[in-house]
């Protein structure tokens, strides 16, 4: 989605903008902008359709792009086509004043009618200019950048997290935000805006999270911190945890592979801290509810959106099956539609990698408006979703920049797990399935870790799949959101059509599909329904389907009916999905790679939808 950068100080603002934006290019974009203020005082647009890399070859000479103070964008097209006019910046009619814009202005076409009938002339097709000439509109009384933005935001129904720069006053960014996030660095003499820390955390880790309906006045040499009314706000400074080399591809050729990599140790980080093995359960901090609260819990409601739903199913199974404690999963998009019933005594939590999404900030939003108490559980600390639930739990993912979802996956799966424990030791479940719990936790990193040894096994895989046109996934009870999330991964960054199925349900219709051509990838692990999923598998072979089965180390029956099989170390069934859904995201990879797809930046797709 949209990305903000913005620099004032006493360096050259250009580059810092661009390095800016390519550290926001694995959020999806279709075009991009720079505005700065050069040395003479003069304001000065450069847009390009297409990567940053277009951009910056588009750049005139560095005198010309000399500046210390800039604003700059990158846009994932929501109305208007992706093309020059339509990028960000947007300027003025006097090309005095320059505003980049993340979100969407709902009465963008009134207020445009209204501009036009003063004389306004339009020069794109999107929502965002409105505010260029808005503010122009107000600075021509107020004189003054601050109450001109004020002016005109006070005027737009939607969301914004904006930045703007005046030529008459060359040593100033105002920045604002609702319902889209921004964020002020402090740097040494120096200050930079952004819509995400990835951006400038090369230059700074102090940061200030704006709040909804917030603003700042950057000058030169310091900040005011208001609301969108104009009163004053105390500035609360954090420090952002991350290490630069979280935001680096290291040795890796996508950013997907490193996270991929990284997840023996990112799901031992969503553990850490969390096991208590003198009592064999497990704690969640964030949770912030006495065992008595959590006893009385009877219903919990999962929300989120994509993979993060696939993980709430997953957590649907692990809660019902370990607490006894009914869940319902909603997709975010459809909640607050649908007039959800919420009784009393329901626990909410919502999902989300980002904690920036914006139909489960929605959801979220909608819960506590029916009374409900609703935790968050996300990756990315002071997000938006984090500071609005009533509590809340990180995953400690570390940055996950590849846009299909992978490490954040396991994390989130981790700690449902470690939720479902906790509520099932308040229960029923015993001591000794806590501790043999507890233990096989423990392993789990180590055997996520043999899995990815077998990385070139997997890639000769890919190679027997990667000129498919469809693909079905199946899958089993607390595999069958694995299969659905294996199938995600695949259409995601191959654009191989893929489904994903419950593998009994296969029957009910699926079945047409196959043939000799259809490669069908399958979860059959030693559980309670081995022996089902494989009768499921003998009617694809019996139909000359291809089968690639995901199976339990030492299973070498299943050999009889697969093309290939990719094994996994054993474990116990609630563990299942930390170590089957590993290899389906290396076959994506693989696929993909083989296929000389751009693993990281998949068309039309954005690492974070703060749209709805
Ligand atoms: C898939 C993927 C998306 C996200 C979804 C929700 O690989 O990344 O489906 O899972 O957009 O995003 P978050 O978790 O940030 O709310």
């Not at 588009?58 to 006019?85: D, M």
């Not at 001591?431 to 043999?436: E, I, K, L, S």
Request: aromatic residues 6%; glycine residues 8%; hydrophobic residues 40%.
């Amino acid at each position: 989605m949209c990305g903000i950068v913005g620099y004032i100080g006493s360096r050259n603002a250009t580059p810092i903008l661009i390095e800016g934006l390519k550290r926001l290019e694995y959020r999806g974009y279709d075009s991009a902008g720079i505005a700065i203020i050069n040395k003479k005082k003069s304001l000065k647009i450069f847009k390009e359709v297409g990567k940053i890399i277009e951009l910056e070859r588009s750049l005139p000479t560095p005198a010309e792009t000399f500046g210390k103070t800039g604003i700059a964008h990158t846009r994932w097209a929501t109305h208007g086509e992706p093309n020059l006019k339509n990028a960000h910046p947007h300027a003025d009619e006097n090309k005095k004043i320059a505003v980049v814009h993340n979100g969407i202005i709902e009465n963008y076409k009134k207020l445009r009618k209204k501009l036009e009938t003063k004389g306004y002339n339009f020069s794109s097709d999107t929502d965002s200019e409105v505010l260029a000439h808005l503010i122009e509109y107000f600075n021509r009384t107020e004189k003054n950048l601050t109450l001109a933005v004020q002016k005109a935001l006070k005027l737009v129904e939607g969301t914004f997290g904006i930045a703007v720069i005046n030529e008459e006053n060359p040593n100033q960014i105002v920045a604002a935000r609702k319902g889209s996030p921004l964020i002020l660095g402090i740097g040494n003499n120096e200050f930079f805006i952004a819509s995400d820390v990835a951006a400038i955390i090369i230059h700074t880790k102090k940061v200030i999270y704006l709040q909804d309906g917030e603003m700042v006045t950057v000058d030169k040499d310091k900040f005011e911190l208001t609301t969108l009314e104009n009163q004053a706000v105390k500035a609360k400074i954090s420090e952002v945890d991350w290490q630069v080399s979280a935001i680096e591809k290291g040795n890796y050729d996508y950013f997907m592979l490193k996270e991929i990599f990284e997840q023996p140790i990112s799901v031992e980080n969503a553990f850490r801290g969390r096991l208590n093995e003198k009592l064999s359960t497990c704690r969640l901090g964030g949770l912030s509810m006495s065992g008595e609260e959590l006893r009385k819990i009877k219903k919990i409601q999962i929300i989120a959106c994509g993979t993060s739903w696939h993980a709430a199913l997953i957590g649907e199974y692990l809660i019902e099956n370990l607490a006894r404690v009914s869940v319902e999963v909603e997709y975010a998009s459809e909640y607050r539609y649908r007039n959800p019933i919420i009784p009393a005594d329901t626990l909410v939590f919502v999902i989300s990698q980002s904690g920036e999404t914006a139909d489960t900030l929605a959801a979220l939003r909608e819960a506590q408006a029916r009374g409900a108490k609703v935790f968050g559980l996300t990756n990315t600390i002071g997000s938006t979703i984090a500071r609005e639930s009533d509590g809340g739990v990180y995953i400690h993912a570390g940055a996950e920049i590849g846009v299909a979802s992978t490490k954040a996956f396991t994390s989130q799966v981790t700690v449902l797990t470690l939720l479902a424990v906790i509520l099932g030791r308040m229960k029923d479940l015993s001591p000794t399935f806590g501790a043999g719990f507890i233990k096989e936790l423990k392993q789990i990193p180590q055997k996520i870790q043999q899995i990815l040894d077998n990385d070139e096994k997997i890639k000769q895989i890919a190679e027997t799949i990667k000129d498919s046109t469809n693909a079905l996934y199946l899958g089993r009870g607390i595999n069958y959101p694995v299969a659905l999330e294996g199938a995600l991964k695949l259409k995601e960054i191959s654009y191989i059509h893929a489904e994903g199925y419950p593998a009994a349900e296969m029957k009910h219709g699926p079945i047409a599909l196959i043939d000799e051509n259809m490669p069908v990838i399958a979860i059959a692990l030693k559980d309670a329904i081995y022996d089902k999923i494989i009768s499921n598998l003998n009617e694809v072979k019996a139909r000359n389907g291809r089968i690639i089965t995901i199976a339990t180390e030492g299973d070498e029956k299943i050999k009889e009916i697969s093309e290939s099989v990719i094994y996994i170390p054993e474990t116990i069934h609630s563990l299942h999905p930390l170590l089957s859904v590993i290899p389906l995201q290396m076959l994506a990879y693989h696929v993909a790679n083989l296929r000389g797809l751009d693993v990281d930046q998949p068309r039309n797709l954005a690492k974070s939808v703060t749209v709805e």
